[in-house]
């Protein structure tokens, strides 16, 4: 039983990325939402919030500097300059202000799908990214 554990636990691991697969500009290329929020109260804002983050970039350099450029007209897009910290355990980008690293402004769980693209789950929204380089 522990083997198959053991085994279990390496397969699930080898797909996921490490802290340098991460860094690069990443361009969103599908959106995709969970079932439990595709309500039809809030189908006009959840179509609005998807056509958005297609426009979405995110930019997450070496430096540990992270951006996120949307339309410049959205203002509730747009993030002032962070920086970021990768758990590798967890696969969760931290995002925070450079001035006090406890700050936590957004959280991204990084992983990739059955297919090997890499994937962005927006905590705390019912949003996952399908992003490439």
Same mark, same amino acid.
């Given at each position: 039983?522990?083997?198959?554990?053991?085994?279990?636990?390496?397969?699930?691991?080898?797909?996921?990325?490490?802290?340098?697969?991460?860094?690069?500009?990443?361009?969103?290329?599908?959106?995709?939402?969970?079932?439990?929020?595709?309500?039809?109260?809030?189908?006009?804002?959840?179509?609005?919030?998807?056509?958005?983050?297609?426009?979405?970039?995110?930019?997450?350099?070496?430096?540990?500097?992270?951006?996120?450029?949307?339309?410049?007209?959205?203002?509730?897009?747009?993030?002032?300059?962070?920086?970021?910290? =990768?758990?590798?355990?967890?696969?969760?980008?931290?995002?925070?202000?450079?001035?006090?690293?406890?700050?936590?402004?957004?959280?991204?769980?990084?992983?990739?799908?059955?297919?090997?693209?890499?994937?962005?789950?927006?905590?705390?929204?019912?949003?996952?990214?399908?992003? =490439?380089?």
């Amino acid at each position: 039983m522990k083997v198959l554990l053991l085994i279990a636990a390496l397969l699930t691991s080898i797909n996921q990325p490490d802290a340098k697969e991460i860094i690069g500009t990443w361009r969103v290329k599908e959106v995709m939402v969970t079932k439990s929020s595709e309500t039809s109260e809030n189908e006009k804002a959840v179509a609005y919030m998807k056509s958005l983050m297609l426009k979405t970039t995110f930019i997450i350099k070496a430096n540990h500097q992270f951006g996120m450029l949307s339309p410049k007209n959205i203002t509730g897009l747009q993030m002032p300059p962070c920086v970021w910290t =990768y758990d590798t355990n967890t696969h969760i980008l931290h995002i925070s202000e450079p001035k006090d690293p406890k700050s936590r402004l957004a959280k991204i769980m990084i992983y990739k799908d059955k297919s090997g693209e890499m994937c962005f789950s927006l905590a705390e929204t019912p949003f996952i990214l399908k992003v =490439y380089k």
